[in-house]
C-alpha cells in the first residue's frame, strides 16, 4: 500500500486551461475574472453616463464609450485642469490618440473644453460636465454601493483588492517591457 496521498483536484475557472498549467495556475483564474469584470465595469460605465446624460439638463444623447466616461471623470477629478499626457499616465494608456479622440469628442459634446497655454490644451469640465458627473455619482450610489452594502462591510475587502491589482498592473507592465524585447 502506498503512502502517498492524491494530489486533490483544483478546478479553476478559466478561458485558457494551457495557462493554467503552471506554478501559478490560480493566475489564469484571475485573468479569466479580470476580463469578466473589466468588461463588466466598461458595461456599466457606459450605461451609467447614458442614463446621466438623460438626467441631465442641456446634454444632448452622448453616445460615450468606456474611455471617454473614464476621461471625463478623470478631467473633472479635483476640478483642476488636465493636459493629455497627465490624462494617458494616469489612465495608464498607451496610446494617446485614443484618449485624444475622447478628448475632442467630448468637447464637441460639451461637456469638457479646451484652453490653450502656450503650445499645450488644457482641459476641464464645462458646468454640463460637472453635472453629468454628479448625475452619475448620484446612480452610481443607487445601484453599486447600495448593493454592495448587502455583502456586509466590504470596504475592506475592496481596498486590498484594490492594491492588489495596482501591484499587478506593474507585474504586467514590466512583463509586456519584457516580451517587447523577445
Given at each position: 500500500?502506498?503512502?502517498?496521498?492524491a494530489k486533490p483536484v483544483v478546478h479553476r475557472i478559466v478561458s485558457s486551461a494551457h495557462l493554467a498549467d503552471n506554478r501559478?495556475?490560480?493566475?489564469?483564474e484571475l485573468e479569466f475574472s479580470l476580463s469578466m469584470v473589466v468588461?463588466?465595469?466598461?458595461?456599466?460605465?457606459?450605461?451609467?453616463?447614458e442614463a446621466s446624460a438623460r438626467y441631465t439638463a442641456g446634454v444632448e444623447r452622448a453616445d460615450l464609450a468606456a474611455l471617454d466616461v473614464l476621461v471625463l471623470?478623470?478631467?473633472?477629478?479635483?476640478?483642476r485642469a488636465k493636459r493629455l499626457v497627465d490624462l494617458t499616465l494616469v489612465l495608464n494608456v498607451d496610446d494617446?490618440?485614443?484618449?485624444?479622440?475622447?478628448?475632442?469628442?467630448?468637447?464637441?459634446?460639451?461637456?469638457?473644453?479646451?484652453?490653450?497655454r502656450g503650445k499645450e490644451a488644457?482641459?476641464?469640465?464645462?458646468?454640463?460636465?460637472?453635472?453629468?458627473?454628479?448625475q452619475y455619482r448620484e446612480f452610481?450610489?443607487?445601484?453599486?454601493?447600495?448593493?454592495?452594502?448587502?455583502?456586509g462591510n466590504p470596504e475592506s475587502a475592496i481596498s486590498d483588492?484594490?492594491?492588489?491589482?495596482?501591484?499587478?498592473?506593474?507585474?504586467?507592465?514590466?512583463?509586456?517591457?519584457?516580451?517587447a524585447s523577445l
Open positions: 500500500m502506498s503512502s502517498k496521498k501559478i495556475g490560480a493566475l489564469s468588461n463588466a465595469y466598461q458595461r456599466w460605465m457606459v450605461r451609467c453616463a471623470h478623470h478631467v473633472n477629478h479635483h476640478d494617446s490618440h485614443t484618449v485624444n479622440y475622447s478628448l475632442k469628442k467630448l468637447v464637441r459634446i460639451g461637456l469638457i473644453e479646451a484652453e490653450r488644457f482641459y476641464s469640465t464645462t458646468a454640463q460636465g460637472r453635472r453629468l458627473c454628479d452610481r450610489e443607487q445601484c453599486l454601493i447600495e448593493s454592495l452594502t448587502h455583502l483588492a484594490a492594491a492588489l491589482l495596482r501591484g499587478l498592473s506593474g507585474v504586467y507592465d514590466q512583463g509586456a517591457r519584457a516580451a
